[in-house]
């Protein structure tokens, strides 16, 4: 238990680390002076300096951070920030953001050259696959699975009628079972979310064409390994695929919060903050190394999009700066920028807050 709490912690404060790392690189080879390169916040519990760049390990271990001369404007020494082209001051900016997706990758590429991938199989496919897993992957409206509050992502481990089992390794097998039952009531044993429920639903006799009696769309889901000088593609690959994945989840999900559009049936809308980040990263943990290396892939994945946002305390919203500097030929007056930057920043702080107390206490206790 407090094993698995302090991997997670640690998985989380690594990846702030290589993000502000990706700010440090590109600055050194812009020829900006880096300050302090920090571990944790302030207050500070040592430090060595090296060259021009403090080193140091801070009291308070959630995150890191970069100290870039003349980041917040006013000094137009050829070795600051500020005295910098803007196009130098905007790679600066985004390879943080890009570290994000270069962790990703590489993490990614190491799973798939050594545990293998999560990918969609055949049911005749068999060699070189482990931990099958009979996945749903749609649920239809006005469906027994709708009726039986089945969701997207259940994994489908057994069915059984009375003192008749069937364990699933193949669509196959549900398709058999539910077909030999239409109209009685069988049980689905579901994984979801680390816990085990038994689902009663009964098999439709007559329904539409390509609905199928439960009305669910099921996909055979394996990690499938590959070679190792195919796997850095695969990292590559994969990443640009959860990069998708996650946007479009956002999109849905905003469609959602406002009101203009309903999630599709047996697609659940959640909000997670840091605390419930954390206890995903535990239970990812104690599923093995391999699927905990994915939700941090995952996790880096929506960090790189969220950072990019054109939100100021971001990112994004630093580009956001340096963009109407362009446009105006004469950067945004530091007190204005500080500003605006600091109420979005407060905002933020209160935002995780709120989830904190409403979504990811409740869970977890």
């Known amino acids: 238990m407090v094993l698995s709490i302090v991997i997670a912690i640690l998985g989380i404060v690594v990846l702030m680390v290589l993000h502000e790392l990706g700010h440090f690189v590109i600055a050194k ?13 302030p207050p500070r519990i040592l430090g060595k300096k090296f060259g021009n760049t403090l080193y140091s390990i801070n009291l308070i271990p959630f995150g890191a951070f970069v100290k870039i001369k003349g980041e917040e404007g006013g000094i137009e020494d050829i070795r600051s920030f500020s005295g910098k082209p803007i196009w130098q001051r905007m790679l600066i900016v985004v390879g943080g953001v890009a570290s994000f997706w270069v962790v990703s990758a590489i993490l990614l590429g190491i799973i798939a050259g050594s545990w293998g991938l999560p990918t969609a199989v055949s049911d005749d496919e068999s060699s070189g696959l482990r931990d099958i897993r009979i996945q749903i992957v749609s649920v239809l409206t006005n469906s027994p699975g709708e009726g039986a509050e089945l969701q997207v992502g259940d994994v489908i481990t057994k069915i059984s009628k009375d003192s008749e089992s069937k364990e699933i390794t193949k669509m196959s097998d549900v398709q058999d079972f539910t077909n030999k039952y239409k109209g009685e009531e069988i049980i689905l044993s ?10 009663p639903v009964a098999p439709r006799v007559s329904y ?25 593609i695969k990292g590559v690959v994969f990443t640009g695929i959860l990069t998708s994945s996650v946007a479009r989840g956002w999109v849905m999900g905003l469609k959602k919060l406002f009101g ?3 999630l ?20 990812y943990f104690a ?29 994004g919203g630093k580009l956001v700066f340096l963009c109407l500097e362009a446009i105006r030929k004469k950067p945004i007056p530091v ?15 209160g935002l995780m807050l709120y989830i904190t107390i409403m979504f990811d206490i409740p869970r977890v206790f």
């Open 208 to 232: 539409p064409e390509n609905e199928g009696p439960i009305g669910i769309g099921l996909a055979r889901v394996a990690l499938k390994s590959c070679s190792w000088y195919q796997a850095p």
């Open 264 to 283: 599709p049936p047996g697609m659940k809308f959640e909000v997670m903050g840091p605390l419930g980040i954390l206890g995903l990263l535990r239970e």
């Open 29 to 41: 080879k812009c020829g900006v002076d880096v300050e302090e390169f920090g571990i944790g916040y």
């Open 260 to 262: 203009s559009e309903e």
């Open 335 to 349: 007190k204005i920028e500080q500003g605006v930057t600091t109420v979005f920043f407060v905002l933020l702080i």
């Open 287 to 315: 599923k093995g190394i391999n699927y905990f290396l994915y939700l941090i892939s995952l996790i880096s994945v929506a960090l790189a999009l969220a950072n990019i946002l054109p939100i100021p305390a971001l990112d």
């Open 190 to 199: 579901i994984e979801r979310g680390g816990e085990t429920i038994e689902a």
